[in-house]
């Protein structure tokens, strides 16, 4: 594993389909593949793959191809999903509200720890059995509990802010929904999910198409 | 505007960060900015701004730096925000509903023409004034109605079959929050929401952050 050195940002983006793909293949019982069978299900050329993958060990067999359940469980350690993480929902409007209620969340090995809120109405409310919480308490909490993940789902004006506070609070890792560039020191990294740029990047594209 | 030819993705990706930075000045009351001050704000070297722009026209001017205003409708216009879009939401569970409450949405340009679901215990309840429709009727629904945008929030299970419908009923854009690869035709334009791609991304970069 000590090929992992600078890794391009590209690469990285392709691993957690690479992690969605194996896992589909290890649900539907198949036990090895080929890089060509990969590629023709996953849309990388075989050589793409044999590339990406080899900046993280030598995994194939010539002749052979990858054993799935193998390269699965090297997929999830690169990915780091053979730890657990804790996560805070900051933020329970709609978005904060699909984020909590989704399955696939807690499959993958996150734990949610705390939602929390400052509109008075929602505080108490259970979703999966985790109370919404007064965003005020969010400092005391973070004090007392060890969080890998804070999810950010408030409004724009308060994101940065808020951000912040998870910094503060020991916070390394920000899932950011405010459509806002946070600002944050270089140990802390932020995952973007803007929305209404991917919106906009679909109409661009379906106007160009149609010319 | 006769340059716009070729455009990279990284360019286009690019684009909706524009639109947003150039709202905020023209909220701010901004009339005019320099590349380098654009810069700052947006975090493009200001030479990158001048090429990106310069993809689509002559927009600056030496010593003045660009018309605020001026520049935010070219970008509009770049984007196809001077025109109108009739979008249906497909899935009315968490997602769906979250992206039906999405105020942004209409200041955009989206006018929300239909929410369709399987589920009978949805059916009939308003979001947004909108009323969510047995999925039954969105074939019909298509028929009737010029639909630009169809936005997928079905289970993986269910989400090349709608996708395969609306494009049957003339839809050319999808946007697809399923964690699935759509098939589709090369006229028509899938841009993915991957959530669990984009935290799986946060989780590799947050341990390898601390390596």
């Known amino acids: 594993m000590d090929k992992k050195k600078n890794i391009s940002m590209a690469v990285i983006k392709r691993l957690p389909k690479y992690h969605r793909y194996l896992l589909e293949l290890l649900k539907n019982d198949v036990d090895r593949i080929s890089s060509k069978e990969l590629s023709e299900k ?6 793409q793959i044999r590339q990406d993958l080899n900046c993280f060990g030598d995994f194939g067999q010539q002749g052979y191809g990858y054993n799935v359940r193998q390269l699965y469980g090297e997929i999830r350690a690169i990915l780091g999903l053979d730890k657990h993480y804790n996560a805070v929902i900051v933020g329970a409007g709609n978005i904060g509200q699909a984020i909590a209620n989704y399955s696939n969340f807690k499959n993958l090995g996150f734990e949610l720890s705390g939602i929390f809120d400052a509109n008075p109405k929602l505080l108490g409310m259970k979703i999966r059995d985790v109370e919404i919480q007064d965003i005020d308490n969010l400092g005391a909490f973070l004090h007392k ?11 724009k004006v308060n994101a940065q802010k808020i951000c912040d506070e998870l910094i503060v609070g020991g916070v390394k890792g920000i ?5 806002i560039d ?10 973007n999910v803007h929305l209404s740029e ?3 990047t679909l109409v661009y594209l379906l106007n160009e198409s149609q010319k």
Chains 1, 2 share one sequence.
């Open 42 to 47: 996953i849309g990388f050329t075989a050589s």
């Open 145 to 155: 509990n060890h969080i890998d993940i804070g999810i950010l789902c408030v409004p």
């Open 175 to 179: 899932w950011n929904f405010a459509p």
């Open 182 to 191: 946070l600002v944050a020191p270089e140990d802390v990294i932020i995952e």
């Open 198 to 200: 991917s919106l906009l």
